[in-house]
């Protein structure tokens, strides 16, 4: 089946740090890949996303690359900033429209001023 | 923009209660998911439905049980209610176009069970 492996955290960055958070994903087919992310005590937003190799997915100054061959999904943010402190998950969704989201544990980043 | 509503957002109930949770898609959106998100854990997905009709099944629990209507607005319910069933209920929505394919949440009902 379907799975999501993505960095632990928490990750601890002082503002203005680079921020990498790794994701890898096992899947058949061409999946679709997604990035959330999860503010406290709120729902989850979409971030960013991509639909086929190669596509790079940004918002907001984050941005991951969608790379079969290494079957990876690694979100960056060059500077980031205390607002950007959340839980980011890294999901999946199935080749085929309408299929559920698989999720990775979700990394807790925390940006201190 | 519309976004997906759920309600209650705060639900707090009793062992062996029931509970039913609402949700209302985005405008048009003509797909509706349910998932399950334990304290400091992932999302797990529950269940989905397409055109009011049951799309897909996940790790939902007998006890537990969904439906579409016909405005797109869905319901899960839930009965014998378990200390475990604590957590935060997510809807989705998406419009089923493969090229536009994805899935935005609600906020989330916050369910507790004493």
């Known amino acids: 089946g379907n799975s999501v492996t993505q960095m632990e955290g928490p990750v601890t960055l002082s503002e203005e740090a680079f921020l990498t958070i790794n994701c890898t994903y096992t899947?058949?087919?061409?999946?679709?890949l997604f990035w959330y992310v999860q503010y406290p005590g709120e729902g989850l937003q979409l971030l960013l996303k991509?639909?086929?190799?190669?596509d790079k997915g940004s918002n907001k100054g984050f941005e991951a690359t969608y790379r079969k061959e290494t079957t990876s999904f690694h979100l960056e943010k060059g500077s980031v900033q205390v607002s950007d402190s959340a839980v980011y998950f890294c999901?999946?969704?199935?080749?085929?429209?309408?299929?559920?989201?698989?999720f990775g544990g979700g990394t807790r980043v925390l940006v201190k001023p | 923009a519309a976004g997906v509503i759920q309600s209650p957002r705060h639900l707090i109930k009793e062992k062996r209660e029931t509970a039913t949770l609402k949700c209302y898609p985005i405008?048009?959106?003509?797909?509706v998911y349910w998932y399950q998100q334990g304290p400091g854990q992932d999302p797990q997905f529950l269940i989905s439905?397409?055109?009011?009709?049951?799309?897909d099944k996940g790790s939902i629990p007998d006890r537990f049980s969904a439906q579409q209507f016909s405005d797109y607005h869905s319901e899960l319910n839930m009965s014998s209610l378990e200390l475990g069933d604590s957590a935060l209920y997510f809807c989705?929505?998406?419009?089923?176009?493969?090229?536009?394919?994805?899935?935005?949440f609600g906020p989330g009902t916050r369910l507790t069970v004493l």
């Open positions: 989705a929505s998406s419009l089923l176009v493969a090229s536009t394919d994805t899935q935005y």
């Open positions: 899947a058949t087919g061409y999946p679709s």
């Open positions: 991509a639909t086929k190799a190669d």
């Open positions: 999901a999946l969704r199935g080749e085929a429209a309408g299929n559920k989201l698989t």
């Open positions: 405008p048009r959106h003509d797909t």
């Open positions: 439905f397409y055109e009011k009709m049951q799309s």
